[in-house]
DNA sequence: GTGTTTGCAAAGTGTTTGCAATTTA
DNA sequence: TAAATTGCAAACACTTTGCAAACAC
């Protein structure tokens, strides 16, 4: 196998053209699972491994990585965005003290008996956010 | 029973003076139930009453509201705070289309469950955001 | 009168955008 | 080489803050 080349399948699919700076942001979103970055820390991340990549693209590239489906904006604090790379149903702990975003595994948290949507809408989806914080 | 009296009283007793404006914001906040406002809207009907009061002083206030527990911050979109008047254990829409925040009656959803939080922290609170948009 | 609060404008934070230069196909 | 993408800096939206004037007690 090419190196590179999930990456580049990956792009090609969702219609991106696989650029250096979309590869390497790729690899290091997906080369691990379960990741929770912002933008800023995915971009200190680039950076640290040497990798050349301006914050505006960062930021573009997450942008449209949500839009494509790769990766979930999930909101838990005002005026910041975190990108999950679990894309499948689950929930999440935040830690309000260090600002930690947490997978919750699907089977430990059940919402049962959901509500009835306000008429006119449908559910797009549930966000269950277990905020935490030190044990006093 | 004189006029404001209540919202002399609900503000002394969390130690915030009664000011001519946190009066005539309290009143705005809390003589209707369940409100789901964000600083601007809150300002954009205090300017429609004739209410002289600043956006910064909407802000403060309601940030020391919330830090009073008289209201409660809700974030469910990036870049934008909404603070809920009703500060029980209860779970919201949310309407992606229109940014329109509801509360869910209490008894129509249930957390059953609850996962165990990462070690070293409890659980503050428990958050369910419904999301809902237009019917296709 | 003394300390608190207000309002304004300026600053701050996270994010988006316009556009020339670069890269991809 | 034609179209897409990048990087920079400027622009943006929302929120906070410094400080002098106004207010509460």
Redesign the interface.
Known sequence: MRPFSKSIDMLREVGLRPTRQRMALARLLFDHEDRHVTAETLHAQARNEEIKVSLATVYNTLNQFRDAGLVR?V???????YFDTNVDNHHH?F??DDGVL?D??VT???????????A?????????????????
Chains 1, 2 share one sequence.
């Open positions: 904006e909101v838990v604090e005002p005026g910041r965005s702990f830690n309000v947490s919750i595994p430990d948290v059940t919402v049962t008996s959901l509500p009835t949507p306000p006119g809408t449908v559910i797009d989806r549930v966000d269950v956010v277990v905020r935490v914080s030190k044990r006093a």
